[in-house]
């Protein structure tokens, strides 16, 4: 039994003398004295008997001449009697040697003969057999005891298996993980047949069989429990031999791990998914986008498209509504997209706004166009959101199979390439993939890396279009326009390089440097020369230069920094800025007319033209957008609309600017539908700032009054 400090002691052997004879008993007790063994004395069998029910003794020296019962009918009653039959007894006689008596002892169960007078070595040699079996067996006894107290009251459940597969062992614990207890386990007829879900139970066996998978090697696999519930169960095995190397079986334990595979396959499939729309992320993607070009490499007959989608104007709506808006929209937008692809299909988010389609096993590429035009017409119906009406569309890049040097990487990037082309193109569309969009995409980069240069190195000019007055022919003033003088390519179109700047927010710095270069020239034309004392200076704000918080400040920067009154200073903003976000613009466009800066509404007729937002906004000047100006002469319908216009604006107290003016004919059916200001190439183009300062004192030949 274990003591105290951990360690393991046994309790003393017990050995029973049995002899009529009080000297007897003495002499052979004193002959035992040196062993490590606790004497009992017994002067008749029925002491001897009543001694053996008391204490369990590992050997008896039996005397067999006894008065009452002697030692033959005294070891013939302990072999009949529960807890003692199993007593090893020893002969110790003075009787006859004849053969009849010895074998009479070995019937009934004896294990030697000791003959009087005996000798002391003897007696304590055959004693100390049995005292070395009796530690042994203790020893074993223990041993046993500590392995299943330690597998009993084991957690995990541990379980052994014959060679032959038959349980030999199973713990307690099997209760608490199946709900089956150890005697159900163990006879049940082939249990674990029973309770591994089908689709495991094949591996499990192989597992089990493999004999180079053992000694701590692991398997993981379900369960069924009694009561139906599914549970993760790993499994540790080793293999039990004997010394000489024989097989003993298999040592398994078992452990319930469902809560660390929920906690596994929950981290798996964050790694492998976006977390607001729960669609398969970039990761996975890349993945599947492989998988697909390694089957179609095999498969002539194997199609597939790669769907590469952004939201248009998605950016509006976070800025107006915010970003927990605009992710519910994000959430919305997947769900459509769910529905409009196949089981097979892949359905991702790849960043921000933007959605990747994976369309597998097509009949035929052009199968993917059914596909992308289900999701335009999907994505087309408004989204309603917390009581909000939402309307978006989107722009789709669509790359039909792969060439034979393409990585997945490859594929995203022309799909992308793709979507911005469409994007170009209007929106709301989608286009193929060809390699001259590739080669316009790196004709970008370039421009893109040309551009950062450039605005750092100030390589831009500002331009100069006079604005006339149709009224009296005189200078009314100047409309500020960016030139990009390229050193190697020269004048780059404003249509190539704006959009680009626009896009990369490159067009934050270029608008400042535009504004602080033409405030200042206009402040210094007025301190130079009387009729320029008075001339207004328009400047264009772009869409992403209203959004930017620091728009005021930067105006007003400019206006200290060059010294022109703020009241010479027009600033354009076409109608789509401002209908972005109505609140906000209108608390930008207040906090500008504070600072006494004018406001003039660009290319209007194009975009919302809303009458009840134009009387929300403070705005000084309609200006006619040059698609109007160049049709005008061609029909009475298109002189009528830009009446219509001039007419709209006069009744909210505007003035009205017409641009494009290329012809006298067009000048003077403008001023014949009271249209106050013109510009145009009929007057001049944009010109740098030494030719603008010519114009200025020498007047412009084509103005004239009417």
Request: charged share 30%.
């Amino acid at each position: 039994m274990p003591s105290e400090a951990g360690e393991t002691t046994y309790d003393k052997a017990k050995i029973l003398i049995v002899d009529d004879d009080r000297v007897n008993l003495k002499v052979l007790e004193g002959m035992l004295r040196g062993l490590d063994a606790e004497i009992h004395l017994a002067l008749s069998g029925e002491e001897a008997l009543e001694l053996a029910m008391q204490h369990h003794f590992v050997l008896v020296l039996l005397d067999v001449m006894m008065p009452g019962i002697d030692g033959f009918q005294t070891a013939e009653q302990l072999r009949s009697r529960g807890g003692t039959e199993d007593i090893p007894i020893i002969f110790v006689t003075a009787i006859s040697k004849e053969q009849r008596h010895v074998f009479k002892g070995y019937e009934l169960g004896a294990v030697d003969y000791l003959f009087k007078p005996v000798e002391p070595e003897i007696l304590q040699s055959k004693v100390r057999v049995f005292l070395d079996l009796y530690a042994q067996r203790q020893a074993l006894q223990a041993s046993e005891e500590r392995y299943r107290t330690v597998a009993d009251y084991n957690y995990d459940w541990e379980i052994w298996f014959s060679p032959n597969d038959k349980i030999l062992y199973c713990s307690p614990s099997c209760e608490r993980i199946s709900g089956y207890t150890a005697d159900e386990i163990i006879d049940g007829e082939d249990i674990f047949r029973r309770i591994i879900l089908d689709e495991d139970y094949d591996s499990w066996r192989h597992f089990m069989a493999d004999e180079m998978r053992v000694d701590g090697d692991s398997f993981d696999f379900r369960i069924f429990r009694k009561d139906g519930r599914e549970r993760w169960i790993s499994l540790v095995k080793f293999d039990v031999r004997k010394d000489d190397g024989k097989s003993l079986g298999l040592r398994c334990s078992l452990r319930d791990i469902t809560d660390r595979k929920k906690m596994e396959i929950q981290l798996r499939h964050q790694a492998l998914h976006d977390p607001l729309t729960a669609l398969a992320n970039r990761t996975l993607l890349m993945d599947r986008v492989a998988r697909a070009m390694e089957r179609a490499n095999r498969h002539e007959d194997f199609h597939f498209a790669l769907v590469f989608l952004d939201l248009d104007r998605f950016k509006v709506v976070n800025d107006s509504l915010g970003h927990i808006f605009g992710d519910s929209l994000l959430v919305e937008v997947s769900k459509r997209l769910w529905e409009c692809v196949r089981g097979m299909d892949t359905v991702a988010r790849f960043g921000g706004d933007e959605f990747v389609l994976l369309l597998e096993e097509l009949d035929a590429p052009r199968e993917a166009f059914t596909v992308i035009r289900r999701v335009l017409d999907q994505l087309r119906e408004p989204f309603l959101i917390e009581g909000h009406q939402v309307q978006t569309t989107v722009s789709i890049g669509v790359v039909l199979g792969a060439q034979e040097d393409d990585r997945p990487s490859d594929l995203l990037q022309k799909a992308n390439i793709a979507m911005y082309r469409a994007k170009e193109s209007g929106r709301d569309r989608f286009d193929i993939y060809n390699d001259r969009m590739l080669q316009r995409a790196v004709d970008l980069m370039h421009l893109e890396n040309d551009l950062r240069k450039a605005v750092q190195e100030r390589e831009f000019r500002v331009y100069y279009q006079p604005i006339v007055s149709l009224e009296h022919g005189g200078l009314a003033g100047f409309e500020a326009l960016v030139r990009w003088e390229h050193p190697e390519r020269g004048i780059v179109s404003p249509g190539e390089f704006i959009p680009l700047a626009e896009e990369t927010g490159l067009i934050i710095d270029l608008g400042r440097q535009v504004l602080e270069e033409s405030t200042r020239t206009l402040a210094r034309w007025g301190r130079e020369h009387e009729q320029a004392e008075k001339l207004q200076l328009s400047v264009n704000i772009s869409a992403r230069q209203f959004r930017n918080n620091d728009l005021v400040q930067d105006v007003i920067t400019a206006l200290q920094k060059s010294g022109l009154q703020p009241g010479r200073l027009k600033l354009e903003i076409t109608e789509s800025t401002v209908m972005d976000n109505v609140e906000t613009s209108l608390l930008r466009l207040q906090r500008l007319k504070e600072e006494g800066i004018r406001i003039s509404m660009d290319d209007f007729g194009t975009g919302y033209s809303s009458m009840s937002y134009l009387q929300k906004f403070p705005l000084d000047q309609l200006k006619v957008d040059l698609s109007f100006v160049r049709r005008i002469l061609d029909s009475t319908e298109n002189a009528e609309i830009v009446r219509a216009i001039i007419t709209l604006a006069h009744s909210l107290r505007m003035a009205v600017v017409a641009e494009g003016i290329e012809l006298e004919e067009q000048a003077d059916l403008l001023h014949s539908l009271h249209c106050e200001l013109g510009q145009g190439y009929l007057y001049s183009p944009p010109v740098p700032a030494k030719q603008a300062e010519e114009l200025l004192l020498k007047g412009i030949p084509a103005a004239r009054p009417r």
